[in-house]
């Protein structure tokens, strides 16, 4: 059950460098690396199509790529991933014309290789085990105090109960407070540890990281400082998130207020983004920004759904109100439970074990139904990177 992979190139410190940034776990992958170049990568495609074909190629010629295309016609399981200073517009359409995957840039940082290989990689591993990818799903605060945090963990909860294997993955740092909704201990390893051994990245690694909250649902803490939390970079979050989703039927996101480069990697690779507001105004301004910030990001609305949390019957503005302030539908109704909720999060349960037949406990349930009833995404690459500048709100 092996995927093959093939590293072809002329610069013997290139090829190490490359070898290097394919994960550790060497037992799923049958790597060959060969001298050449544009000719022997396309010789090799012929005789023995690899899963994935890595070639590291200073210049390429029209007479280059159109011998990689006609070779990758031939073998339309092979992924090709190309490293190359070209960067011209021109270039790179051409390379995705002849069916090149993705063309990394030449020379590179370590980071980005391992994340382009691992996006590959993980794609490849999914397609052969005839698995579909788990679903991401951020949960977004239109303001400090909406109810995100609260949401996301008795949401993982909630989903785990129903027999989905869930992650709930802490983007607040330094402060935050996942796991103390779910765990009585505040976890030693954190996201930071994970990025820190970013280089041998696997299953075991990730599940050594993550603490289990539950059956079926575990927590992976944020940086307990903002220096490490800076240390993540969106590209190892990326690698984190591919290999999460590979392992997890769902991976929650409980996003902070800032919009920093790995919260937006975090939005840009989520499914669906669960915008948390109350029905307050101060709320529902909060998300009319927030929802702006989205467009200028380029997330459809059809990825975000409205999540009115502490809803009370009777009181202004309504859910129609709110929606029509927002254009958008209110897709959740999340009741106010104050007593139940601040029991909950007092005793480090999440509130379908400490109350189950609170309203909030049954709307959460719902929540999780109408979650795991959608279809799950295809293959894991939903939309492309947008740039990450850092803003807050
Ligand atoms: N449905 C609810 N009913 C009552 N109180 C709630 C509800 N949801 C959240 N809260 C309260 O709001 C507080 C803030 O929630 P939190 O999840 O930390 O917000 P955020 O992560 O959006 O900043 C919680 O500590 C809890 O006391
Ligand atoms: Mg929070």
Same mark, same amino acid.
């Given at each position: 059950?092996?995927?093959?992979?093939?590293?072809?190139?002329?610069?013997?410190?290139?090829?190490?460098?490359?070898?290097?940034?394919?994960?550790?776990?060497?037992?799923?992958?049958?790597?060959?690396?060969?001298?050449?170049?544009?000719?022997?990568?396309?010789?090799?495609?012929?005789?023995?199509?690899?899963?994935?074909?890595?070639?590291?190629?200073?210049?390429?010629?029209?007479?280059?790529?159109?011998?990689?295309?006609?070779?990758?016609?031939?073998?339309?399981?092979?992924?090709?991933?190309?490293?190359?200073?070209?960067?011209? !517009?021109?270039?790179?359409?051409?390379?995705?014309?002849?069916?090149?995957?993705?063309?990394?840039?030449?020379?590179?940082?370590?980071?980005?290789?391992?994340?382009?290989?691992?996006?590959?990689?993980?794609?490849?591993?999914?397609?052969?085990?005839?698995?579909?990818?788990?679903?991401?799903?951020?949960?977004?605060?239109?303001?400090?105090? !909406?109810?995100?945090?609260?949401?996301?963990?008795?949401?993982?909860?909630?989903?785990?109960?129903?027999?989905?294997?869930?992650?709930?993955?802490?983007?607040?740092?330094?402060?935050?407070?996942?796991?103390?909704?779910?765990?009585?201990?505040?976890?030693?390893?954190?996201?930071?540890?994970?990025?820190?051994?970013?280089?041998?990245?696997?299953?075991?690694?990730?599940?050594?990281?993550?603490?289990?909250?539950?059956?079926?649902?575990?927590?992976?803490?944020?940086?307990?400082?903002?220096?490490?939390?800076?240390?993540?970079?969106?590209?190892?979050?990326?690698?984190?998130?591919?290999?999460?989703?590979?392992?997890?039927?769902?991976?929650?996101?409980?996003?902070?207020?800032?919009?920093?480069?790995?919260?937006?990697?975090?939005?840009?690779?989520?499914?669906?983004?669960?915008?948390?507001?109350?029905?307050?105004?101060?709320?529902?301004?909060?998300?009319?920004?927030?929802?702006?910030?989205?467009?200028?990001?380029?997330?459809?609305?059809?990825?975000?759904?409205?999540?009115?949390?502490?809803?009370?019957?009777?009181?202004?503005?309504?859910?129609?109100?709110?929606?029509?302030?927002?254009?958008?539908?209110?897709?959740?109704?999340?009741?106010?439970?104050?007593?139940?909720?601040?029991?909950?999060?007092?005793?480090?349960?999440?509130?379908?074990?400490?109350?189950?037949?609170?309203?909030?406990?049954?709307?959460?349930?719902?929540?999780?139904?109408?979650?795991?009833?959608?279809?799950?995404?295809?293959?894991?690459?939903?939309?492309?990177?947008?740039?990450?500048?850092?803003?807050?709100?």
């Amino acid at each position: 059950m092996s995927i093959s992979v093939r590293v072809v190139g002329a610069d013997p410190q290139h090829l190490s460098r490359i070898t290097a940034a394919l994960p550790g776990d060497s037992e799923s992958l049958a790597l060959r690396i060969m001298t050449g170049g544009a000719l022997e990568a396309a010789g090799e495609v012929q005789r023995d199509p690899p899963d994935l074909l890595v070639l590291d190629a200073p210049a390429l010629d029209e007479a280059d790529l159109a011998l990689l295309e006609s070779s990758l016609l031939s073998a339309p399981a092979t992924a090709m991933v190309l490293l190359s200073p070209d960067r011209s !517009s021109e270039f790179l359409m051409r390379a995705m014309r002849a069916g090149v995957r993705e063309v990394i840039p030449s020379p590179s940082a370590a980071a980005d290789l391992s994340a382009a290989f691992a996006r590959q990689l993980e794609r490849l591993g999914l397609q052969r085990l005839g698995m579909p990818a788990g679903t991401v799903i951020a949960l977004v605060p239109a303001k400090g105090g !909406s109810g995100a945090t609260f949401i996301a963990t008795s949401l993982a909860a909630e989903l785990a109960a129903k027999g989905a294997r869930t992650l709930i993955i802490d983007l607040n740092a330094p402060f935050g407070d996942a796991a103390l909704h779910l765990v009585e201990e505040r976890p030693t390893a954190t996201l930071a540890d994970l990025v820190r051994q970013v280089g041998r990245l696997d299953a075991t690694l990730l599940e050594s990281v993550a603490v289990e909250a539950g059956e079926g649902l575990s927590l992976l803490a944020a940086p307990d400082s903002i220096e490490s939390f800076e240390q993540v970079g969106a590209d190892a979050f990326e690698r984190i998130l591919a290999l999460a989703r590979s392992r997890f039927r769902f991976v929650l996101l409980d996003v902070g207020r800032s919009l920093d480069p790995v919260t937006v990697r975090g939005l840009d690779r989520a499914d669906r983004i669960l915008l948390v507001s109350q029905p307050s105004l101060p709320y529902l301004h909060a998300a009319r920004r927030v929802l702006d910030l989205f467009a200028g990001l380029g997330y459809g609305s059809d990825r975000i759904d409205l999540v009115l949390n502490r809803f009370e019957r009777g009181v202004e503005p309504s859910a129609d109100e709110a929606s029509k302030m927002l254009g958008v539908k209110v897709a959740d109704l999340i009741p106010n439970s104050y007593r139940a909720v601040g029991r909950a999060i007092n005793h480090g349960q999440p509130i379908r074990a400490s109350a189950p037949r609170d309203p909030v406990a049954k709307a959460l349930s719902v929540l999780a139904e109408r979650l795991l009833s959608q279809p799950r995404p295809g293959r894991g690459d939903a939309s492309d990177s947008s740039p990450s500048k850092p803003v807050r709100h």
